[in-house]
């Protein structure tokens, strides 16, 4: 089995920073694409961020410039910087992999529980 845990999630000000992890565990051959989905309330979810094993990122039209995702390949971890929150940033951040796990030598989508960021004064 392969588990995606996130951490780092929580209450900021507007403008403030966070900092999303999220760590990948259990039977990995290999990682591929990595990427930070998110919903709010009433809203379906989308896609914040994501990074390839190799090749460029790429983002949301709505958080580029203020969000930087990265990842070590090492702790088979995934980060996300997140700048310059503002209160519609609000949401459930989701982390999500494409993984080849060495039991079924498969590539499947496999996602995190979730962590809530709340973005308020």
């Known amino acids: 089995q392969v588990q995606l845990v996130e951490s780092g999630g929580g209450l900021v000000q507007p403008g403030g920073s966070l900092r999303l992890s999220c760590a990948a565990s259990?039977?990995?051959?290999?990682?591929?694409?990595m990427r930070w989905y998110r919903q709010a309330p009433g809203k379906e979810r989308e896609l914040v961020a994501g990074i390839p094993t190799g090749g460029s990122t790429n983002y949301a039209d709505s958080v580029k410039g203020r969000f930087t995702i990265s990842r070590d390949n090492a702790k088979n971890t995934v980060y996300l910087q997140m700048n310059s929150l503002k209160p519609e940033d609000t949401a459930v951040y989701y982390c999500?992999?494409?993984?080849?796990?060495?039991?079924?030598?498969?590539?499947?989508?496999?996602w995190g529980q979730g962590t809530q960021v709340t973005v308020s004064s």
């Open positions: 259990g039977s990995i051959l290999s990682i591929n694409a």
């Open positions: 999500n992999g494409l993984i080849i796990s060495y039991i079924t030598m498969r590539e499947y989508d496999y």
